[in-house]
């Protein structure tokens, strides 16, 4: 019975591991060097395309504990991480999980200065 507790308790806290981390993924598009890191406050996140000039740097995605507002702060972090302006083309999915996770995923660019 003590041995059947400590599986219980290890399965627990394994299972609470694993659900509260953020699985990320990207892919580089460019051949270029990745601009230097920016600031995830900056980074601006666009459900389409936009008017303006950019360089695409490389998609991501992402599966993070929390509602969409959780999944768009990680998107904005990571992407900052490889130089971003924006995200664009930006997709949010509900994942059936036992807790609230959510998937966002999109095309990470950089502003072409005009």
Not at 4 to 23: D, H, P, R, V
Not at 31 to 48: N, R
Not at 74 to 100: C, H, M, P, Q, W
């Amino acid at each position: 019975m003590k041995k059947m507790k400590s599986l219980y308790a290890l399965l627990l806290i394994l299972s609470l591991g694993i659900s509260s981390c953020t699985i990320s993924a990207h892919y580089i598009t460019t051949d270029k060097p990745l601009p230097e890191e920016t600031l995830a406050a900056d980074v601006k996140i666009y459900a389409g395309d936009i008017d303006r000039e950019y360089e695409v740097i490389g998609s991501m995605t992402l599966d993070a504990q929390g509602d969409a507002s959780v999944a768009s702060r990680y998107l904005k972090k990571r992407a900052a991480r490889l130089g971003a302006d924006a995200v664009i083309f930006v997709e949010v999915n509900k994942l059936n999980s036992y807790t609230i996770r959510t998937g966002i995923s999109g095309v990470v660019i950089k502003f072409i200065n005009e």
